[in-house]
């Protein structure tokens, strides 16, 4: 069984950057994709990024693409989200979860695949 720890949300100003990471443990971290996903106040849960397990398949939502960066380092069992220009509508709650899919072409990093959340970090955005 894999647990996740989210870290680095705070608040910043519109424009500015922060830096996530998924800290794992209890398991093989490497056999994972893992994604980031954000949950507004009063709208469901939606993903935002993920990576696949080693081969540097990446997925980004439309809305997030060429503002976020994921990354990981499984010598380090951490995934990163890298987030710059933001914007007050990234405000939510990000959590992190794994699946043990294949991440190709079209994966669009549904939620249902997910599993093992972690208990979230907020990010706060001010315009």
């Known amino acids: 069984q894999l647990q996740l720890v989210e870290s680095g949300g705070g608040l910043v100003q519109a424009g500015g950057s922060l830096r996530l990471s998924c800290a794992a443990s209890?398991?093989?971290?490497?056999?994972?994709?893992i994604g980031w996903f954000r949950q507004a106040p009063g709208k469901e849960r939606e993903g935002v990024s993920c990576i696949s397990r080693r081969d540097g398949h990446i997925y980004y939502a439309h809305s997030v693409k060429g503002r976020f960066t994921i990354s990981r380092d499984n010598a380090k069992n951490t995934v990163y989200l890298h987030m710059v220009s933001l914007k007050p509508e990234d405000t939510a709650v990000y959590y992190c979860?794994?699946?043990?899919?294949?991440?190709?072409?079209?994966?669009?990093?549904?939620?249902?695949?997910?599993?093992?959340w972690g208990q979230g970090t907020q990010v706060t955005v001010s315009s």
């Open positions: 209890g398991s093989t971290f490497a056999r994972y994709v």
């Open positions: 979860a794994a699946a043990d899919v294949y991440l190709g072409s079209g994966y669009v990093c549904p939620v249902a695949d997910f599993g093992s």
